[in-house]
Protein backbone atom coordinates (compact mmCIF):
# COMPACT_ATOMS: atom_id res chain seq x y z
CA UNK A 1 0.00 0.00 0.00
CA UNK A 2 2.35 2.91 -1.16
CA UNK A 3 1.20 5.59 0.48
CA UNK A 4 1.16 3.45 3.87
CA UNK A 5 4.70 5.25 3.49
CA UNK A 6 2.25 7.35 5.09
CA UNK A 7 1.56 4.86 7.93
CA UNK A 8 -1.63 4.02 10.20
CA UNK A 9 -3.07 6.18 12.64
CA UNK A 10 -0.79 4.64 15.32
CA UNK A 11 1.91 5.17 13.77
CA UNK A 12 0.84 8.95 12.82
CA UNK A 13 1.09 9.63 16.43
CA UNK A 14 4.77 9.16 16.77
CA UNK A 15 6.09 10.25 13.43
CA UNK A 16 4.25 13.67 14.15
CA UNK A 17 4.70 13.49 18.04
CA UNK A 18 2.04 15.34 19.64
CA UNK A 19 0.94 17.76 17.26
CA UNK A 20 -2.23 18.55 16.67
CA UNK A 21 -4.30 16.96 13.60
CA UNK A 22 -4.43 20.72 11.93
CA UNK A 23 -0.54 20.59 12.31
CA UNK A 24 -0.19 17.33 10.90
CA UNK A 25 -1.92 18.41 8.00
CA UNK A 26 0.27 21.01 7.34
CA UNK A 27 3.38 19.03 7.59
CA UNK A 28 1.95 16.74 5.12
CA UNK A 29 0.86 19.89 2.95
CA UNK A 30 4.43 20.79 3.52
CA UNK A 31 6.59 18.08 2.74
CA UNK A 32 4.23 17.13 -0.44
CA UNK A 33 4.83 20.25 -2.36
CA UNK A 34 8.38 20.54 -1.24
CA UNK A 35 9.04 17.57 -3.12
CA UNK A 36 6.75 17.79 -5.43
CA UNK A 37 4.70 15.37 -5.06
CA UNK A 38 0.98 14.44 -7.09
CA UNK A 39 -1.69 15.97 -5.30
CA UNK A 40 -3.38 12.51 -5.23
CA UNK A 41 -0.18 11.24 -3.26
CA UNK A 42 -0.86 14.75 -0.81
CA UNK A 43 -4.30 13.27 -0.67
CA UNK A 44 -3.67 9.80 0.23
CA UNK A 45 -1.16 11.22 3.06
CA UNK A 46 -3.32 13.30 4.12
CA UNK A 47 -6.00 10.38 4.91
CA UNK A 48 -3.58 8.47 6.73
CA UNK A 49 -1.89 10.59 8.64
CA UNK A 50 -4.75 13.19 9.92
CA UNK A 51 -7.03 11.49 12.15
CA UNK A 52 -10.54 11.32 11.62
CA UNK A 53 -11.41 14.29 13.99
CA UNK A 54 -11.08 16.13 10.73
CA UNK A 55 -12.95 16.13 7.55
CA UNK A 56 -12.64 16.47 3.96
CA UNK A 57 -14.22 20.04 4.11
CA UNK A 58 -11.76 20.91 7.12
CA UNK A 59 -9.07 19.53 5.09
CA UNK A 60 -9.67 21.79 1.88
CA UNK A 61 -9.79 24.66 4.22
CA UNK A 62 -6.21 24.09 6.11
CA UNK A 63 -5.20 23.10 1.92
CA UNK A 64 -6.34 26.48 0.66
CA UNK A 65 -5.33 28.60 3.46
CA UNK A 66 -1.76 27.54 2.72
CA UNK A 67 0.32 30.61 1.33
CA UNK A 68 2.96 30.52 -1.63
CA UNK A 69 3.98 32.83 -4.11
CA UNK A 70 5.08 29.98 -6.67
CA UNK A 71 2.07 30.31 -8.77
CA UNK A 72 2.19 26.37 -9.30
CA UNK A 73 2.22 25.29 -5.99
CA UNK A 74 -1.04 27.98 -5.68
CA UNK A 75 -2.26 25.40 -8.40
CA UNK A 76 -1.16 22.59 -6.61
CA UNK A 77 -2.93 23.32 -3.57
CA UNK A 78 -5.95 24.45 -5.07
CA UNK A 79 -6.14 21.20 -7.08
CA UNK A 80 -5.98 19.02 -3.29
CA UNK A 81 -8.84 21.38 -1.89
CA UNK A 82 -10.34 20.79 -4.77
CA UNK A 83 -10.85 17.26 -4.76
CA UNK A 84 -11.65 17.09 -1.20
CA UNK A 85 -14.60 19.77 -1.61
CA UNK A 86 -15.56 17.80 -4.34
CA UNK A 87 -15.90 14.23 -3.50
CA UNK A 88 -15.34 13.82 0.12
CA UNK A 89 -15.81 10.18 0.41
CA UNK A 90 -12.53 9.49 -1.08
CA UNK A 91 -11.21 10.30 2.14
CA UNK A 92 -13.29 8.12 4.00
CA UNK A 93 -12.49 5.13 1.06
CA UNK A 94 -8.72 5.48 1.77
CA UNK A 95 -9.14 5.61 5.50
CA UNK A 96 -11.06 2.46 5.68
CA UNK A 97 -8.75 1.01 2.75
CA UNK A 98 -5.70 2.03 4.98
CA UNK A 99 -7.24 0.53 7.99
CA UNK A 100 -7.78 -2.70 6.87
CA UNK A 101 -3.52 -3.45 7.24
CA UNK A 102 -1.83 -2.80 10.67
CA UNK A 103 1.65 -1.71 9.10
CA UNK A 104 3.38 -2.23 13.30
CA UNK A 105 4.77 -5.52 14.42
CA UNK A 106 5.64 -6.27 18.40
CA UNK A 107 9.37 -6.90 18.01
CA UNK A 108 9.28 -10.79 19.59
CA UNK A 109 6.04 -11.44 17.54
CA UNK A 110 6.67 -14.45 14.83
CA UNK A 111 6.80 -13.92 11.03
CA UNK A 112 3.75 -16.22 10.90
CA UNK A 113 1.49 -14.70 12.78
CA UNK A 114 2.21 -11.05 10.91
CA UNK A 115 2.15 -12.43 7.48
CA UNK A 116 -1.24 -13.68 8.72
CA UNK A 117 -2.47 -11.18 10.19
CA UNK A 118 -0.98 -8.90 6.97
CA UNK A 119 -2.71 -11.69 4.96
CA UNK A 120 -6.27 -10.85 6.40
CA UNK A 121 -6.25 -7.19 6.47
CA UNK A 122 -5.16 -7.26 2.78
CA UNK A 123 -8.09 -9.49 1.76
CA UNK A 124 -10.59 -6.74 4.27
CA UNK A 125 -8.54 -3.98 2.26
CA UNK A 126 -9.09 -5.20 -1.28
CA UNK A 127 -12.82 -5.97 -0.65
CA UNK A 128 -13.27 -1.80 0.31
CA UNK A 129 -11.08 -1.03 -2.69
CA UNK A 130 -9.60 -3.20 -5.11
CA UNK A 131 -7.61 0.13 -6.29
CA UNK A 132 -6.47 1.76 -3.31
CA UNK A 133 -5.71 -1.40 -1.66
CA UNK A 134 -2.84 -1.76 -3.91
CA UNK A 135 -1.80 1.74 -4.41
CA UNK A 136 -3.56 4.41 -2.26
CA UNK A 137 -3.23 7.34 -4.23
CA UNK A 138 -5.08 6.00 -6.94
CA UNK A 139 -7.90 7.19 -5.12
CA UNK A 140 -9.74 4.21 -5.37
CA UNK A 141 -9.88 5.41 -8.93
CA UNK A 142 -9.33 2.33 -11.82
CA UNK A 143 -8.18 4.71 -14.47
CA UNK A 144 -5.67 6.37 -12.22
CA UNK A 145 -4.47 3.46 -10.71
CA UNK A 146 -3.83 2.27 -14.83
CA UNK A 147 -1.84 5.36 -15.89
CA UNK A 148 0.47 4.53 -12.59
CA UNK A 149 0.69 1.05 -13.84
CA UNK A 150 1.68 1.94 -17.18
CA UNK A 151 4.14 4.10 -15.88
CA UNK A 152 6.08 1.61 -14.18
CA UNK A 153 5.68 -0.71 -17.23
CA UNK A 154 7.45 2.14 -19.07
CA UNK A 155 10.12 2.12 -16.84
CA UNK A 156 10.40 -1.45 -16.55
CA UNK A 157 10.82 -1.72 -20.60
CA UNK A 158 13.21 0.94 -20.40
CA UNK A 159 15.20 -0.83 -18.30
CA UNK A 160 15.02 -4.45 -19.72
CA UNK A 161 12.54 -6.25 -17.85
CA UNK A 162 10.42 -6.60 -20.70
CA UNK A 163 10.43 -9.07 -23.65
CA UNK A 164 9.09 -11.74 -25.61
CA UNK A 165 11.36 -14.16 -24.21
CA UNK A 166 11.13 -13.36 -20.92
CA UNK A 167 9.30 -14.80 -18.02
CA UNK A 168 8.72 -12.64 -15.17
CA UNK A 169 8.27 -13.15 -11.20
CA UNK A 170 5.90 -10.78 -9.27
CA UNK A 171 6.22 -11.18 -5.42
CA UNK A 172 3.12 -9.46 -3.81
CA UNK A 173 1.14 -9.22 -6.98
CA UNK A 174 -1.96 -8.33 -5.64
CA UNK A 175 -5.45 -7.80 -7.32
CA UNK A 176 -2.93 -8.71 -10.46
CA UNK A 177 -2.36 -5.11 -12.10
CA UNK A 178 1.03 -5.65 -13.67
CA UNK A 179 0.10 -9.59 -15.10
CA UNK A 180 -2.71 -7.67 -17.14
CA UNK A 181 -0.34 -4.68 -17.85
CA UNK A 182 2.71 -6.81 -19.13
CA UNK A 183 1.26 -9.80 -20.27
CA UNK A 184 1.68 -9.44 -23.70
CA UNK A 185 5.04 -7.51 -23.36
CA UNK A 186 6.36 -10.75 -21.66
CA UNK A 187 6.77 -15.04 -22.36
CA UNK A 188 5.10 -15.45 -19.19
CA UNK A 189 3.92 -13.81 -15.91
CA UNK A 190 3.92 -15.35 -12.72
CA UNK A 191 2.44 -13.71 -9.30
CA UNK A 192 2.30 -14.91 -6.10
CA UNK A 193 0.34 -13.60 -2.94
CA UNK A 194 -0.43 -14.16 0.79
CA UNK A 195 -3.89 -13.13 0.41
CA UNK A 196 -6.60 -15.28 -1.11
CA UNK A 197 -8.87 -12.23 -1.78
CA UNK A 198 -6.55 -10.70 -3.39
CA UNK A 199 -5.63 -13.80 -5.87
CA UNK A 200 -9.28 -14.15 -6.43
CA UNK A 201 -9.08 -10.72 -7.94
CA UNK A 202 -6.19 -11.03 -9.61
CA UNK A 203 -7.68 -14.35 -11.58
CA UNK A 204 -10.43 -12.36 -12.61
CA UNK A 205 -9.00 -9.36 -13.54
CA UNK A 206 -6.47 -11.85 -16.16
CA UNK A 207 -9.52 -14.63 -16.64
CA UNK A 208 -8.27 -16.10 -20.29
CA UNK A 209 -5.14 -14.85 -20.59
CA UNK A 210 -2.81 -17.49 -21.24
CA UNK A 211 0.67 -16.31 -19.97
CA UNK A 212 -0.65 -15.33 -16.84
CA UNK A 213 -0.34 -17.95 -13.70
CA UNK A 214 -1.52 -17.13 -9.89
CA UNK A 215 0.07 -19.41 -6.87
CA UNK A 216 -0.83 -18.24 -3.31
CA UNK A 217 2.00 -18.26 -1.34
CA UNK A 218 2.86 -19.13 2.30
CA UNK A 219 4.79 -15.93 2.41
CA UNK A 220 8.15 -17.26 3.91
CA UNK A 221 10.06 -18.02 0.64
CA UNK A 222 9.91 -18.46 -2.99
CA UNK A 223 9.98 -22.74 -2.17
CA UNK A 224 7.22 -23.27 -5.31
CA UNK A 225 9.70 -22.12 -7.85
CA UNK A 226 13.04 -23.97 -8.92
CA UNK A 227 16.07 -22.78 -9.32
CA UNK A 228 17.16 -20.61 -12.10
CA UNK A 229 13.40 -20.35 -14.00
CA UNK A 230 12.92 -16.45 -14.01
CA UNK A 231 14.52 -13.74 -16.14
CA UNK A 232 13.38 -10.78 -14.00
CA UNK A 233 11.70 -10.65 -10.74
CA UNK A 234 9.31 -7.84 -9.44
CA UNK A 235 8.51 -6.67 -6.13
CA UNK A 236 5.96 -3.39 -6.35
CA UNK A 237 5.58 -2.39 -2.88
CA UNK A 238 5.52 -6.07 -1.33
CA UNK A 239 8.77 -5.54 -0.04
CA UNK A 240 7.64 -3.63 2.83
CA UNK A 241 5.35 -6.10 4.04
CA UNK A 242 8.07 -8.64 3.85
CA UNK A 243 10.64 -6.11 6.02
CA UNK A 244 7.89 -5.91 8.67
CA UNK A 245 7.50 -9.85 8.74
CA UNK A 246 11.04 -10.44 9.21
CA UNK A 247 10.94 -12.26 5.88
CA UNK A 248 12.80 -10.02 3.47
CA UNK A 249 16.23 -11.55 3.81
CA UNK A 250 15.14 -14.91 2.95
CA UNK A 251 13.36 -13.43 0.30
CA UNK A 252 16.33 -11.65 -0.94
CA UNK A 253 18.27 -14.93 -1.20
CA UNK A 254 15.06 -16.89 -2.65
CA UNK A 255 15.40 -13.97 -5.44
CA UNK A 256 18.96 -15.08 -6.30
CA UNK A 257 18.18 -18.48 -6.45
CA UNK A 258 15.24 -18.86 -8.49
CA UNK A 259 16.59 -16.29 -10.97
CA UNK A 260 18.59 -17.27 -14.28
CA UNK A 261 22.08 -15.81 -14.20
CA UNK A 262 22.32 -11.94 -15.51
CA UNK A 263 18.34 -12.33 -14.03
CA UNK A 264 17.01 -8.54 -13.12
CA UNK A 265 14.81 -7.10 -10.23
CA UNK A 266 12.87 -4.70 -9.74
CA UNK A 267 12.22 -3.89 -5.59
CA UNK A 268 9.84 -0.23 -5.85
CA UNK A 269 9.59 0.53 -2.40
CA UNK A 270 12.02 -2.13 -0.18
CA UNK A 271 10.74 -0.18 3.48
CA UNK A 272 7.93 2.09 4.97
CA UNK A 273 10.54 2.82 7.72
CA UNK A 274 10.95 6.24 6.75
CA UNK A 275 15.16 6.16 5.83
CA UNK A 276 16.53 5.85 2.45
CA UNK A 277 20.13 5.67 4.11
CA UNK A 278 18.50 2.34 5.90
CA UNK A 279 17.11 0.74 2.86
CA UNK A 280 20.30 1.11 1.09
CA UNK A 281 22.81 0.10 3.67
CA UNK A 282 20.44 -3.41 3.91
CA UNK A 283 20.39 -3.77 0.34
CA UNK A 284 24.07 -2.98 0.25
CA UNK A 285 24.56 -5.64 2.62
CA UNK A 286 21.74 -8.12 1.33
CA UNK A 287 23.24 -7.96 -2.33
CA UNK A 288 26.80 -8.22 -1.45
CA UNK A 289 25.62 -11.93 0.30
CA UNK A 290 23.41 -12.80 -2.92
CA UNK A 291 25.58 -12.75 -5.31
CA UNK A 292 23.57 -9.77 -6.76
CA UNK A 293 24.69 -6.65 -8.78
CA UNK A 294 23.26 -3.44 -7.56
CA UNK A 295 22.40 -0.72 -10.90
CA UNK A 296 19.32 1.53 -9.59
CA UNK A 297 19.87 2.44 -6.03
CA UNK A 298 16.84 4.59 -4.54
CA UNK A 299 15.75 6.65 -6.83
CA UNK A 300 12.29 8.24 -7.78
CA UNK A 301 11.77 7.90 -11.21
CA UNK A 302 7.83 7.94 -11.21
CA UNK A 303 5.52 11.56 -11.49
CA UNK A 304 2.82 9.52 -10.49
CA UNK A 305 4.03 7.73 -7.79
CA UNK A 306 6.45 8.29 -4.85
CA UNK A 307 7.64 5.06 -4.70
CA UNK A 308 11.88 4.58 -4.58
CA UNK A 309 13.20 2.08 -7.13
CA UNK A 310 15.94 -0.55 -6.52
CA UNK A 311 17.07 -2.50 -9.80
CA UNK A 312 19.35 -5.31 -9.15
CA UNK A 313 21.55 -8.04 -11.78
CA UNK A 314 22.21 -11.34 -10.75
CA UNK A 315 25.64 -11.93 -11.45
CA UNK A 316 26.77 -14.63 -14.24
CA UNK A 317 27.56 -18.22 -13.42
CA UNK A 318 27.23 -17.10 -10.21
C1 LIG B 1 0.43 -2.82 -1.45
S1 LIG B 1 0.05 -4.35 -2.15
C2 LIG B 1 0.87 -4.25 -3.72
C3 LIG B 1 0.33 -5.25 -4.71
C4 LIG B 1 0.96 -5.21 -6.10
N1 LIG B 1 2.37 -5.48 -6.07
C5 LIG B 1 0.69 -3.89 -6.75
O1 LIG B 1 1.55 -3.00 -6.67
O2 LIG B 1 -0.35 -3.73 -7.34
C6 LIG B 1 1.12 -5.45 -1.26
C7 LIG B 1 0.83 -6.90 -1.57
O3 LIG B 1 1.85 -7.70 -0.97
C8 LIG B 1 1.23 -8.89 -0.48
N2 LIG B 1 2.12 -9.48 0.52
C9 LIG B 1 2.38 -9.05 1.77
N3 LIG B 1 3.25 -9.88 2.37
C10 LIG B 1 3.58 -10.83 1.47
C11 LIG B 1 4.44 -11.96 1.49
N4 LIG B 1 5.14 -12.30 2.59
N5 LIG B 1 4.55 -12.71 0.38
C12 LIG B 1 3.82 -12.41 -0.73
N6 LIG B 1 2.97 -11.36 -0.79
C13 LIG B 1 2.86 -10.58 0.29
C14 LIG B 1 -0.09 -8.39 0.07
O4 LIG B 1 -1.03 -9.42 0.25
C15 LIG B 1 -0.50 -7.38 -1.00
O5 LIG B 1 -1.25 -7.98 -2.03
Given at each position: MDDAKDLDAADAVSAFGAQSPRMVALSVL?????????????????????????????????????????????????????????????????????????????SDEAP???????????????????????????????????????EIVDWLEQNGLTGGDKDILDIGCGIGRFESALHSKVGRVVGTDISPNMIAIARRRCA??????????TGFDLAAFDDAIFD?????????????????????????????????????????RGSLALDRS?????????GIQLIVDGETPFSRWDGTAFLLRRFSGT
Open positions: ERCLLHALPPEVALARLAVNVGAEIDADELAGIAASLHTNDICQRAWLAQVAGMLADRPQILDAIRATAASVCHQSGAKIIARLASGFDRASAVSPAASVQLSSLGEEEKLAAATYGIANVEFHRTCVLAVDSFPYLVLAGVAERHFLEVARVLKPEGLTAILNYSYDIMRLVGAC
